[in-house]
């Protein structure tokens, strides 16, 4: 049986609203910047691609303290920010950064793919026809990269339901604001007799994984079809 407290259902509804913020934000320059690995020779490419697939193989705590770095009070975008009165770090919106960022290589590296396998004969055929470049890519390549950019949209979304630590350097742990589902599970397991609504939310978290990576794997396989 799951137990789910008023605080547990505003940390499901806080990691979709995360979740889906982030995907949604990243996806159109995800979709950039596999277009430009792709299709373009711009010199440094190999470091652009490093520099995209870091969060795969840095800690996400890491991550999340170079991003504290970056939107701090004194940080270089921070410190901008401040000029505003906007506010990063403790945010939602600090979270939703954190989850873009740690998800974001899953999805160039999906569209990437979905882009790779498009025959260029089509892309010459459309140049041929008259259409610009920019009509050939939003004719041609990114209907023909629709599944792949699916996939990709959904893994990134499955990887942002389970950020933590990025999220909790950046954003924080703070009930009804940042606390998401994998934030509200640690704090269960660092509470006396908060085992039981620890596995409640760990249970629901499987769930919601599941029903995402199922979505995902269907895409998958219609992109290997196609």
Not at 103 to 117: A, T
Not at 141 to 153: D, I, N
Not at 206 to 218: H, N, Q, R, Y
Request: proline share 5%.
């Amino acid at each position: 049986m799951i137990w789910l407290q008023p605080a547990d259902l505003d940390a499901i509804r806080l990691s979709f609203k995360v979740a889906c913020a982030a995907t949604l934000l990243a996806t159109p320059l995800g979709i950039g910047v596999a277009y430009l690995l792709v299709h373009t020779r711009i010199p440094g490419k190999s470091l652009i691609e490093g520099m995209v697939n870091l969060p795969l193989v840095l800690p996400p705590v890491v991550i999340g303290y170079l991003l504290l770095v970056l939107f701090g009070r004194r940080g270089w975008i921070g410190a901008w920010l401040s000029h505003y009165d906007i506010q990063v770090i403790f945010t939602l919106t600090g979270a939703i950064i954190a989850s873009a960022v740690v998800g974001f290589p899953l999805l160039v590296r999906s569209i990437r793919l979905g882009m790779e396998s498009v025959d260029p004969a089509y892309r010459r055929v459309a140049r041929t026809l008259g259409a610009s470049g920019w009509d050939a890519f939003f004719t041609v390549t990114l209907p023909l990269s629709g599944k792949a950019v699916f996939a990709g949209m959904t893994l990134m979304f499955a990887r942002s339901l389970g950020e933590f630590g990025a999220t909790i350097i950046l954003a924080g742990n703070i009930p009804g604001v940042t606390q998401t589902i994998p934030l509200a599970i640690y704090e269960y397991t660092s509470s006396p007799g908060g085992d039981r609504m620890a596995l409640s939310l760990c249970l629901v978290s499987i769930v919601l994984s599941f029903i995402v990576l199922l979505a995902s794997g269907a895409a998958g396989k219609s992109l290997d079809r196609k």
